[in-house]
């Protein structure tokens, strides 16, 4: 079970179909840690958590845990959780505010935007020896603040941000702006975290588009748990999508999405039904948001994956998960509620309470989810399990690039966001140079 | 030592939440939604790691703000049952097997008098077991506080506050009633 | 709110399963013997994993069908006590080193009458930790129903029925009393 | 049947042993040590693997001799308190999350009656478990043995005796209280 | 603990040792599941367990979960538990009957003859790219059905399950055949199943014929638990082999037991003595079995284990116990109990309660036999440990070929036949051809 | 994780760095008890522990069980604790008195001087095949006793155990010898036994003089809970340092440890002030080591750490702490705590008092390291993390040689002596003649 084969092996684009061995592998899984999740762009928070000077929140990047931390003067840094004396966890708080952290172990102390400040006894034993400036926290090289979200990359190299995002930009933005169209403006009232025995990419693909696996949900359907559902309405949500068209929507640094292009002459769909002041607010926020975003307001979000662990649900619930590997067969889910924070009081309350019985171990949606990974991979750890590939078919070649909007775009369910997905991944795996990684299309059509 | 009547009716409440465990641990959860109040409500909050002092204002989420683990109202509960009456609650296909432990019962506050005990506020602690196919074991423990409520030769449940003694999760669901 | 009489017996019916607790964790074998009828029917069946509306029928074994975990009489209990005290009973040399907490006591049947308890049904919870030679490590959880039996001043246990909530056993033995 | 007294008196002493249980979880360690006797007995012994028959003599080490894992008075619980409430003790902080289950609450001895009743031999089960940070995860299952005095209104601990079910501990610190 | 030399320096058949590293290491426990599990026929279940069409019974094979089913048209299958879609447990039940496998995760289903049927929204998704042919269930290419049990084997190349047990057959036959003689006729009455933190081969050993761990069980042979306890007899069980010979038989292909020779004279030994319809019945068995077989009835059973992990009882008590492999120090037992489908309810009910209190973890018996497996494992994984091979040199040379019966016969307790097994085992891991792996003379004298 | 690069790679004495791997990797954990443990002398026991003939005590080496036990003749073993048959552990009880050690599963026995004696069916079975003197219990080839304490090797070709010792015997004396100067005499009162989550080097590295973590014992700083606490004085201990200069001497083969240096004139410090017997008692002690070691009782022990995971506290508690490996992140602790076996009952009952709310899990101080060492170890373990190694710069080059004692002395808080405790440790992974690991100076060279 340790065989790393080469990885262009395990994938097989063409045919459509990908090794079980890349979800279950202690092998993969290594080089998953060495190669992908030190470079990639990783969701690490939201400035809502760390308002003021010295507020801090302690969050992940891969297996390892980091401080995401506002300094003295207002800037924000994300740093390797871990003394640089021997290790020790500095900071041991979830959140908090404070002026230095303070190892346990020595005392050696760092300040907000990381150096290494206090060094007892630093005269006597030290003094001519440790340079304290080469001695400061592990920092990210690489830090993005975008509409409240905060991204890092361990990788020197990587490019900016929004050239990794690309053109999954205009989805992405579905979910952090506010639901009038302004800019930004989203808060997290608050974050699940929790732990379940599959791969991490069963969950990641899960939001990459897998519209198919609707059937899992059969529970909710049935009985209906949406806003609405106090008024009879069965389902997991309100229609807010019946007018649109459903597009799935690959890009080229490997960000896969589903979401609705709704027609120019939409209407605003009544939900919230049992709550008329929020199905008001809503009504509002939707004109509101075509007036001000015109032809680009016709997109709104479902959900969808940011390369390679933030996945978000973008309207009925609204959120970014992340998908933390612990092994190959264990992963550690963090969910970010959002809502707008100006929104009103009652609004707020009728969405934190959908949220909860949504999502989430405790959601009636996600709990089904979380049976199907969980059994997805101990079934596919078997010796005979791993000579019998993953099938990766659905809706080959059906799709246009940049057509109705930018992407590989398919009108139809597809398996041909996964598909790019893993043609990424397999690049991370290779250690290949960032422009193959962020997909020029030349570079893509190789690796094809 | 306290009148009888007060070990009386603790008696009589010890009583009333083991067989509310026993209506859970064989599965009978309609006769187990006919304990709950109309305006139940059914909290467990989330668990933070915070600083010496702190735990008091910053340790638990609130009832009524924010995200916990459950916030709920019975309209929510009754459809976490109908989704296991459905038979494709896959989370809970094939169900779970689960055993209720509960001890350290104790009338916190008893309304408006022990000889005409009307609401009292029983706090209690909790070890549910979950085993579930072949290998899915989890323990959950924890502090219950519930508000329970006269009604007529049997009580009710108004309120319920479960303290489980966790930070990050350690299972993949809490598909089952605590 | 039951008769005084209720609780009352309640009180000495739980404490009877205390005791017999105290004495399996002292390892007072033999004097737990003497607490069992000779008609004693000591039964844990073997759970299975089945499709939602058939756990009534299938999930069980039955009680004098096929294969349970256990299904016996007070001979062979007899005959487990004595191996354990042949001092060469390996998977119990040395001792295991065993709790054993019973919760959720409740009355289930008196019969014929409180007043004059002759038989009584009871419900409980167990939590059996067992813990031996250095790292062997395991807790059983699960539900009881016992019939209990008036003997002179004590009781006597007709009938014990373990639900242990497991499928496939997530143990090496079963070499413990339940 | 024992006299109702015998039976309220256990309901006293079972209520006693719960409110400890919440002035622990609750982490109220000042109001804890207020339910200790200044000449408190605190023992948690180290037990050992023996062979057959051994058990009574060298199972476990003994109170005043050699080393056990806690042989404490009142003094040393005191400075344990005093250390948590330090906030610097980081093997407590931050603080883990700890819940204590009591059950089998027995009355061993009563003396010098149950009608006056001023001392008390109690035995019963602890369950408790400690979840600090993130993934650390303990739960100690034993028996513990109590002498109990009257205090005014309520009880103060004289001597509790600890029977944690372990030969090598399963963890890496005893940080809390028993 | 990895390492994984040559197997042939870790098994010296000449000097009668065998390394410890085949006990505990991760190497060779991985070579055993792709070099040997994937190849040996296994033990799957019986027919008893799926009378009816539709219905099945999920097995295992190896460290795989595995489906038993009867299909419509009522012939056996055994698929492997996983669906070709994305690897989804497709039964999560233990035992039932359907027409149908449906995967909880997109609803592929599958007919009980293992076909891929349903697909949602085929003809839009899958139409041109996806055969459902090619995607049924993951079928084993050899089933055999004998006498009521089910076997399997993993490898297209396999030999026939008769030739694969050779000369064993007739052993086999002595516990699978009803007690009077005629073919057949059992069925299961229960199944114990439970995990032990032990090499699966100390379990199969245990049943190869080790006899010389008898003092093992000195508690119970001192107290007495067999069916004539209760009339003051000592010992696990009743005297059926007093006028016999014991001999230990290593056959070709791995597979060894321990068995008894009676004398053309035997005579009907009382038995169950608390309970005479039992003994009544028994000597009616008895008689019968010795008029219809004649020569052939004068071979009894004892223990066995059919290579490489099924093991069974042959009279007191009767079953077979497959030990699954976890991992190279835990293992998965599973007993099933078997007795003649057409015997008396009285004659099941004592043979059911003597089954539970001497087998498995509740056994009295077995629990000590399970403490030395447990620790003799453990105490085999140090560094300093490992590099002191154990010992089986019991009886070397002591056995003459096919006299008096087939197979390498010997008249004293033995380590015979675990050295023929190892030798086999050795095979396996070598990737020998099937020639050598069902022992071949020469090939035998070869690899000697 | 897995990679096991150049040992020489990984620590850096020049720059005074180590990479985090050794504290984390699989890897060298395993070289570590292929290549250290194996060789090393490692202590087992005390002697007080087995004072007659037949006694033994279960004690470990690495990972392994290992019997200590004084044989019929009075002399003292170490055996492995596993059955040359197939493995299974001889000894489960962890203290008594035994004329033979019958094995469970098929009794075999070994005299108490590891004699193969009893096989069942000797003559039949075994006759001319087996040879019972090649198969006894297998035994340490070195064994030492010093001072009551023993302490065994694997390694046949291993120095005696005094030339290991070296120059740190003079402060193991001070351990080991009466409190008034008399050779020896101490006794062990009980033992510790826990398991937690760290790397078993930090524990070593704790003892060897990790001075520098005073500040993580705050806690018990603050409010005092050392022998004369009930007086009011704060900190952990009586200050019997006072007069004397503190030292931290690194020795050849490993050894580290911490000592105080009194003057000529130094005078007995007050302790105990609740105890007015006991300081009576100890002053006693101190004037009569004075007068009888004269020039040599200058030297009073703090703590050490004899190589590898041997650890002592000298006086305030004293004891032998030693670190068992049970992988690179899991470790069992055992502490024997002494006393002098003559002391009178109030002494012995106030130290070991002491001992009990000062050590181990339970203890007011230790609890502290605890918490620290798994930290320290768990974010240690990413893939970023072990991309920066911890410092040990501290004192760089600030000793002296043999002056004014045996050693690399440094007079202030140093890593001299863990950084010469991984120039050792390296050399053994690097499988290193005896020359160079017990440090004859010219290798010490060579080496740095
Ligand atoms: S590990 Fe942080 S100061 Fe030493
Ligand atoms: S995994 Fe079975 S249908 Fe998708
Ligand atoms: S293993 Fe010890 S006698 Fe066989
Ligand atoms: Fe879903
Ligand atoms: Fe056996
Ligand atoms: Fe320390």
Redesign the pocket.
């Known amino acids: 079970m340790t065989t790393t084969l080469p990885i262009d092996q395990m994938i097989d684009l063409k045919r459509g179909t990908i090794s079980r061995e890349i979800f279950v592998s202690p092998g993969y899984y290594r080089e998953e840690l060495e190669k992908l999740f030190t470079r990639a762009w990783l969701f690490v928070g939201h400035e809502s958590l760390i308002p003021k000077p010295g507020d801090f929140y302690v969050s992940r990047m891969g297996e390892e845990s980091v401080i995401l931390c506002r300094d003295a003067q207002g800037a924000v840094h994300v740093f390797l959780n871990s ?1 640089r ?4 966890k ?1 900071c041991r708080y979830e959140q908090g505010n404070t002026s230095l952290f303070v ?1 346990p ?4 102390s760092y300040t907000t935007d990381g150096r290494l400040q206090g060094v007892p006894l630093y005269r006597a034993l030290y003094e001519g020896t440790l340079n304290r400036d080469e001695w400061s926290l592990i920092e990210v090289p690489n830090l993005a603040l975008y509409k409240g979200t905060v991204w890092a990359s361990w990788d020197p190299a990587a490019p900016d941000f929004l050239d990794y995002l690309g053109t999954a930009v205009d989805h992405l933005d579905q979910v952090l702006d506010c639901r009038d169209g302004r800019p930004g403006g989203s808060e997290v009232i608050g974050v699940h975290k929790w732990v379940f025995p599959s791969n991490w990419k069963f969950a990641a693909e899960n939001f990459l588009g897998d519209t198919y696996h609707n059937p899992s949900h059969r529970s909710v359907d049935m009985i209906g748990i949406g806003p609405s559902a106090q008024r009879g309405q069965k389902g997991r949500r309100d229609n807010e999508y019946n007018q649109g068209h459903h597009v799935w929507v690959g890009h080229p640094a490997g960000h896969g999405m589903h979401s609705v292009l709704m027609p120019p002459t939409m209407e605003y769909e009544p939900s919230y039904a049992q709550y008329p002041i929020v199905d008001e607010y809503f009504r509002h926020c939707f004109e509101e948001r075509k007036r001000r975003l015109g032809e680009k307001a016709r997109l709104l979000p479902f959900t969808g994956n940011i390369f390679p662990n933030a996945s978000y649900h973008g309207r009925q619930p609204r959120g970014i998960c992340v998908w933390h590997p612990h092994s190959p067969t264990e992963t550690e889910g963090w969910r970010f509620f959002m809502v707008d924070a100006d929104a009103p009081a009652e609004v707020k309350d009728v969405l934190r309470r959908f949220y909860m019985r949504y999502s989430g171990p405790a959601g009636m949606t996600e709990q089904d989810d979380m049976e199907n990974w969980l059994y997805a991979t101990a079934a596919s750890r078997g010796t005979i399990a791993r000579r019998y590939p993953f099938n990766y078919q659905m809706s080959m070649g059906a799709y246009q690039t940049d057509d109705p909007i930018p992407g590989d775009v398919s009108l139809q369910i597809t398996d041909q966001t996964p598909r790019n997905y893993y043609r990424v991944y397999a690049s991370y795996l290779k250690g290949a140079p960032w422009d193959e990684l962020v997909g020029r299309p030349s570079m893509r059509a190789a690796a094809e | 030592m306290r009148p009888l009547a007060w070990y009386q009716l603790r008696e009589e409440i010890e009583e009333f939440l083991y067989f509310e465990a026993d209506l859970l641990d064989q599965r009978r959860f309609k006769e187990w939604l006919d304990l709950l109040a109309e305006d139940l409500v059914y909290f467990m909050p989330v668990r933070r790691n915070v600083r010496f002092g702190q735990h008091a204002e910053r340790e638990n989420t609130k009832q009524g703000e924010g995200i916990s683990w459950f916030d709920e109202d019975k309209w929510t509960l009754g459809k976490r049952v109908e989704q296991v009456l459905t038979g494709v609650h896959y989370a809970e296909e094939p169900l779970s097997r689960v055993t209720h432990m509960v001890s350290n019962v104790r009338l916190l506050d008893v309304r408006p008098s022990v000889e005409d005990a009307r609401e009292v506020t029983v706090g209690s602690r909790f070890l549910v077991y979950q085993n579930r196919v072949e290998y899915e074991n989890h323990t959950f423990i924890g502090r219950r506080t519930d508000e329970l409520r006269r009604a007529g030769a049997s009580w009710q449940i108004a309120r319920r506050e479960m303290i489980l003694e966790q930070n990050v999760l350690l299972a993949k669901n809490l598909s089952i009633f605590f």
């Open positions: 003394c004396h021997r290790g020790m500095v190892c172990y020595h005392s050696w």
